[in-house]
């Protein structure tokens, strides 16, 4: 005994017809749990796309080094006084440029000669993959796979491209001025031997360990190391050295260790293991000595302007103390009062900041223009000094002309005599600057390589691809559910005006019934079915659902004219064959005589179902060349008969309006319980308006989530011109998600067995 029963909604829930279609969270959530195993997929799609690119990019390391810069300036007190404010600038901030500047990088690439490029040739897309998981050369024979080197260009022992564990160093490569930058192919040969080629043209030969060179185009080479099997190719190229600088400055990166401490960390990174941590070494080395050179050649100019001022201040001060002396025997032994004795040591203490501040000018007269701010700044100092001597020397003005010459010429040799004490000093500060120069700069921590690799985060690529495929599959979900307008519900086609007799649901089984053929002389293929799924599984919940739909058919058939059923669908694919034919075995299967007919003269395919031919059908009956009894075909299940659609006709819609089918359908209703008729899309063609109207009851299959209700609607539109009127539908397919799976769309299928 077998059951099928259709629930009605609680009264107390809300009716599905007055669902709304805007997108609630709760029908978004459904829907991405029903998308479940979708989004799974795309996810995973993304995480192994994120890993393979991961993995197929260059390996880079970093090494690391520590340095100290001592904010001290010059440590030349001769020239403390330009400090004025700020203008002197941060020392530190200066030696940083220099690190980065071209003087300091220009020099580490030259030692290293870092303006050589070498890249392996990899396989195309797969190459860096597999080299960066460590595939050799002989790693295909020993998985068997060597037969796909037969596919890659040139003989299979001699690839051109290069794998793992195989590597070339170039010492020494010089080229013509024109040729820098262009791409050169070093080639293996074997045996440790090489050539050099340009545009398929020989330049070089060699081996490793040896100079080779043309002087005539001006080509010199050095292989230091080469690892390869014959045929393995490497792209080699000489950068310019200001190409080579500017890459060497964007890849060093500094950072400050604490706040105003003067140390920084400096990093370097890069794919070649082995040349980072002494390219890192050398530039640290270069910095230091460029910093104790101009540390040890400004001590020099130093000295040299002190040996130059000291005998010009010398003479002076000797001037002055004669001129002194004489005027003291002339007026015998003139004393300074007390107030002349103060205006002296006032006047004295002036002279000597001007003296230093022209010292000072002399200095920077060299090294900037008069409009540098340290020079601007200077000048308002040496105003502001002369201002004050101005009017020291009114107040000289008032005494007795004895003391006033006194004090000039007293005034003039103590300060000659503190001039020269004070360059003497300087020059003696200068010899032992110059003796023990140091440098405003101290390595603290040699350069070293870091253990592992720093990119790319394989792990980390993979999950965030895994996450972001995650996020796209669900947008994507959004954006189908947004576009969808189909049917997906019941009440849809009950807001049509269509009651719905069945709600078909999806049915597996059904799928391996099914088959893609393409009909002679038809430009597409067509999905056909090779047996009837109730006669296959007959407790399958699709034929259940059609065993209910045979027993609200009895009842609705009751106020029809004649016992013919049609079964219309709006447009191809929505399953009305599969509809009709299963019914009518379902009918059978209850002891009805059933016969079926394929009114689809066009595409028609229920011959398929019980395994014939289409030939020797409806058509030819039609046509009058085949008598009724000639065409009606028996099939194994006992009470069920079917007629093919037989010859594809030019006109099918002209031969189903005589006057033949008309007495062809009113015969058969006499032989028949139940006649069903399965015809073309309502949408495609007239076909089905007029076997419509030769019928008692017609019925419309609907495809969920795949017919929109427009289309539903301009089907029935079109039906009730012609004067047929749709009975109801049947909504086929029926997905079960988890919004309907124990809700009130559902249909709650038993059997006992």
Known sequence: MAMTIFPTPPSGAPSPSQESDDISLRKLMVTMYDRRWLIIAIAILAMLAGYFHASSKPRIYQADALVQIENRGSMLSLLDTLTVGDQAGNPTSAEL????????????????????????????????????????????????????????????????????????????????TERVGREHVLRATGGGGFELLLGGQVLLTGRFGETVQDDAQGYRLFVSQLEAHPGAEFRLRRVSRLQAISQLQSRVIIVPRGRDSGVYRLTLSGAEREQI????????????????????????????????????????????????????????????????????????????????????????????????????????????????????????GDLPETQQEVLRLTRETQVNQQVYVQLLNQLQEMRLVKAGTVGSVRILDAAVLHPGIISPRISLTTLISGILGALLAMVLVVVLLLLSRAVKSPAQLEELGLPVYATLPDSSEQVGLTRRIRPRGAKRSQIVFRGLLALENSAEFAVEALRGLRTSLYFAMLEAGDNRLMIAGASPGVGKSFVAANLAAVCAQAGQKVLLIDADMRRGHLHHAFRGQGEQGLSELLAQRMMPDEVIRHTDLKGLDYVARGSVPPNPSELMMQRSFHDFLGAMSARYDLVVLDTPPILAVTDAAVVGKLVGTSLMVVRFGRNPPSEIQAAKRRLESGGVRLKGAILNGVEKSTRNRYGYYGNYLYAYR
């Open 97 to 176: 440029e220099i690190l980065q500047s071209r003087m300091v990088m220009g020099e580490t690439v030259d030692r290293l000669d870092l303006a050589i490029r070498v890249e392996p040739r990899r396989l195309p897309m797969v190459g860096s993959f597999l080299v960066n998981h460590g595939f050799g050369h002989d790693w295909f024979d020993r998985l068997s796979l060597g037969f796909l080197l037969d596919w890659l260009p040139g003989e299979r022992d001699a690839s051109p491209y290069v794998w793992a564990g195989e590597s070339l160093r170039v010492a020494w490569f010089e080229v013509p």
């Open 277 to 396: 941590q002494e390219t890192l070494e050398t530039l640290t080395g270069v910095f230091l000595a460029q910093n104790v050179r101009r540390q040890s050649e400004e001590a020099e100019k130093q000295i040299g302007f002190l040996n130059e001022q000291i005998p010009q201040v010398n003479a002076q001060l000797t001037q002055a103390e004669n001129r002194l002396n004489e005027y003291r025997s002339q007026r015998d032994s003139v004393d300074l009062t007390f107030e002349t004795q103060s205006l002296l040591n006032q006047l004295v203490s002036v002279d000597n900041q001007l003296t230093e501040l022209a010292l000072v000018e002399a200095n920077l007269a060299e090294r900037f223009r008069p409009m540098h701010p340290n020079y601007q700044a200077l000048l308002r100092q040496q105003a502001h000094r002369q201002a004050e001597l101005d009017r020291l020397n009114a107040q000289v």
